[in-house]
């Protein structure tokens, strides 16, 4: 199965200890389901891996580093490499988030590249971007919303090379 069902494992420090991706595709796709009760929501944790994130369906609360942020359907948030972050609905009804989370390799192909030194690195290395609120209003920021949802969408198809 592509697509998994969110459950964070955490060390002592909050850091996740779940594994997204492979090291040959170091990217994991998430489909969770929060709402407002504390067994419905995603605990605070860190990973040195980006993270996007769509609201698909519902209203969701979203903590990330000092930010706190209500999020609607169709809205979403990037956070950034080693942010402190959570998630939960904001009613009893179920929020549907659509989640990557994706170690800088994905994009740079390796650590020791030209793209890790002058793009990924001052990137995962910047405490002043913490997160990223994405709002459809905004153009580029529609534009990655909806390449969120149609790499879920490709991903839950499973198709070939997907």
Not at 14 to 30: D, S, V
Not at 109 to 122: N, V
């Amino acid at each position: 199965m592509a697509v998994h069902q969110c459950s964070i494992i955490v060390n002592d420090k909050m850091q996740e200890l779940n594994p997204h991706g492979t090291p040959k595709f170091p990217c994991g796709c998430y489909e969770t389901y929060v709402d407002d009760s504390v067994t419905c929501q995603v605990t605070w944790h860190w990973h040195e891996e980006l993270e996007l994130i769509l609201i698909h369906q519902g209203e969701a609360r979203i903590t990330a580093g000092q930010g706190n942020y209500v999020l609607k359907a169709g809205e979403g948030i990037f956070i950034n490499s080693n942010v402190l972050h959570s998630g939960h609905g904001t009613s009893s009804d179920h929020c549907v988030l659509h989640s990557f989370v994706f170690h800088p390799t994905l994009l740079t192909g390796s650590m020791d590249t030209i793209f890790m030194e002058k793009y990924m690195q001052p990137l995962i290395s910047c405490t002043e971007l913490p997160s990223c609120v994405l709002k459809p209003g905004t153009p580029w920021q529609r534009q990655v919303l909806e390449s969120i949802e149609k790499a879920y969408e490709i991903t839950r198809s499973e198709a070939y090379g997907y």
